[in-house]
């Protein structure tokens, strides 16, 4: 089959739209769609110092090149990286190295934050010797390690590498539990709140399958291997629900995110408008009660952040 804009071959049928696109269309298309929504969630009329969080994966790689490619050399911002070592043996150090590699080439200020130097143990030790659901507590700890990492870089934003299809399973997961004070949390975040560097999502409108692509298209090198804790996400079981809608209805996806974005604001203004946070008596971090959810793990598995 041949590109829709062109007579070059089709790399791929989007059958959301019914489009088909050449490798040159198709990586343009891309671009152009993250440029738009980039410049939705983010005011350049001022400079900005954006950190990008990066795993390794291709999600987060192919936003660290993206949003690298924006702010071009505008000399009013930078783009930092962020990586974060949880201390998964036999998975993480190899998608580090990719990322170590990446930055290099961008020439990019990066900060690699590790479970160990953080909170004294890795997620392995500390699932071994907690119990605790690994995923729940990976989460948790990354985005205090996240957090924490940007505001040593003096970031003003913290991008991340979400795609639609993570951004469709976090409000679905959200309505069926009917936890609407988290959904109202998600990002891309427009406010600023004390201590916490808000998030932007820059590929939240681009399929999972098409960042694949566009890694494969501009030869990005990407760590494949899947986190063996993943099989006892209850995230995948969404990820199926929602894979098996789109294949029956193509443009389910972007009918969560669209229903999603009408909600968003008052959610927000119903659940956060005004909430003020507390500083964490152990840590120091934004919390809505005395302790927050980081140090409340770690109390309980008798550890404290190293400060």
Known sequence: MDCDRCNDPAVIYMRYNGVHLCSRHFTESLEKRVYRE????????????IAVAVSGGKDSLVALRLVKDIIGTRRDS???GITIDEGIE?????SIEL???EYDEQGVEYRILSFRESFGHTLDLMVKESGI???SLCGVLRRWAMNTAAKELDADLLATGLNLDDTAQSVLMNFCRGDMEKMSRLGPHRTVKEGLIPRIAPLRTIPENEVYLYAMLKKIPIHTQECP???S???????DVIGTLEDSIPGTKYAILRSYDKLREPLRDRYGGGVELDECEDCGEPTLGRVCKTCEFLRGMGLSVRL
């Open 78 to 80: 930078k783009v930092v």
């Open 38 to 49: 980039f410049r939705k969630q983010v005011d350049l009329d001022t400079g900005k110092t």
């Open 233 to 239: 996400a209850i995230r995948g079981l969404y990820r």
């Open 133 to 135: 659901n690994p995923c």
């Open 90 to 94: 036999g998975y993480r150090a190899g």
């Open 99 to 101: 990322a170590r590699k």
């Open 229 to 231: 804790y993943a099989v």
